[in-house]
Structures are given as structure tokens and as C-alpha cells.
């Protein structure tokens, strides 16, 4: 079989999907469907829909797109079974069951934004810069039963920066991602796969998650030390963006998002959460260890903006503090 007589199923909802799905429709390979979220209601009382990044990519190449509301919807599974696909292809979508990742003679894969098995879950790239790691990758996997849990096909490493925030390695990621599902499928169709079980690489080190990620989530700890906090700001930068809220005397708390952050070691007696601030030119919150210099930031209801233009606006007075 070649590229052209392969039929392919493509799975996806994000941006991180899109370069995939493009690298596959422009190397000439026959995506037969594309599978996606159903709109989401956007706008003041949710009237105008916002199709996904995936579809709307779909959609612009004439592709067939399904949005199922439910994988196991009856008339969608009947639908899937008339694309007579070869092959399915995951790319940050959502769980599936199994009478559709079983359903193509090929079986179905996924590309993973970690070195699997490390970072199950779904938000392994936010999770690999918070924990301070220096190296993750990507993996493409065949499906089975468990989340993240079916037979590693291939894997790419790729170094993390101490500077680079989760926006800098999710870019990265996501073009290496395209690379990767290319020469998953060239070895699925040459029949030159040799997939290994994760069981064998997890009793090479501690396995760490990647859960979901809510607001409470994001709420910087001021009482964990510098590289601590300071990994913590860079895995959640830009988006969704950690944050604080800033005290001051009598009036009400106000959140304090805070995008970009240098480090200093140094030994202080200030509580954690203390400010140390000249009002001009620098704004650093104290740690355990020493402070975290704030460098970009977004007071509630205001736009993102540096640390010297937040401070031209806002007045401190001896009782301000994070918290």
C-alpha cells in the first residue's frame, strides 16, 4: 500500500493539532476524515460558535469533518465506520473507547507531548517546566485501554531551557510533532514498527503526572524557594498564567498575574510574599531562599505590562504584600 491508497482518520482539536494534520495533507497522504470538537459558544450569552483550530484548518482543505458531542453516539460511530479508515491518528483530543480507537485494521496512535512514560495526563508540557526538567520530547504510542499507556512507537528528546517558558517549548513541540506522526506513519506503512511496552521504561525512574490544570492550580506558593516559584511562573507562562494576590491595608485583595521573573539568591529577613520595591525600577517578592524579581505582569481588569510601567501606576505603602 502507499501513501495515497492508506485512508487516514485524523483526531484533533487545538493548534498543537493543526501542524500535524498539515504536514500530512501537504506530504500527499489521503485523509479520508477529520474528527474534532463540536463548536464552542463564544461571545457575551454564547450566540456567535468558534469552530476549532483543527477544523478550521480541515475546512479550508475541503476535508470531511465529524463533531460527535458523544465518541459513542451511535450515528457518529456509524459515520466513522463509512471513512473505512486504515489508520487513525491522535493529536490532543480527548479520551477515546474503545469500539473507535479498535476500529481501523491498522489501529490507532497518538502523539504525546512527553518522553511517555513521564507526564501522563493533560498538560504534560506545562508540567515538565514547572518541575525545573531540562529535557522532554514527544512520543507517538498505539492506543490501548488506559490513558497514555499503549505501546511507545517512537520518540524525539528535546532540551528545555532554563529560560524558556511552556509557550517556547509547546512551539517547539508541536513542530517536531509534525515531524514525528510523518515517519510514525512511513514505518506503520513499510511494516518497519518495533514498539516497546512503557512498563519496561518506567522502572527507569519515578513516574510523574500531568493533571489538568485549574485556576487554584496556578496560585503561586511564596513559601517554596526561588527556583521553585520561579519554574512555576515559566511552566504556566503566558497562558493560563500564574498568579498572586496583592494585599494592601484595608481594601480588598486584587489577583496579580505574573508572566516573567529573574532570580536572586540571597539570604533576607523578610517574611515569604514580603515586597521589596525602589517604586521605579524594580519589584521583587520575597522567597524562603532569596527573591524573585518580577519582570512583566497583569493587575486584575488591566492589560499585561512591565514592571516599570506597573509601577509608574500603582502606589505601595509598608503594608503591601503578596500572598
Known sequence: MNKKDLRIVYMGTPEFAVESLKRLVEGGYNIVGVITMPDKPMGRHGSVLQPSPVKQYAVSQGLKVLQPEKLKDEQFLAELRELKADLQIVVAFRMLPEVVWNMPPMGTFNLHASLLPQYRGAAPINWAVINGDTETGITTFFLKHEIDTGEIIDQVRVPIADTDNVEIVYNRLMMLGGDLVLKTVDAILEGNVKTTPQEELAQIEELRPAPKIFKETCRIDWTQGVKKVYDFVRGLSPYPAAWTELHQGEQAPVMLKIFETEKQYCSHNYQPGSIDTDKKTYFRVAT????????????????????????????FDDSTYVK
Do not use: P, W
Open 288 to 315: 524562603t531562599d532569596g527573591y524573585l524579581n518580577i519582570r512583566s505582569l497583569q493587575l486584575a481588569g488591566k492589560k499585561r505590562m512591565e514592571v516599570t510601567d506597573f509601577l509608574r501606576g500603582y502606589r
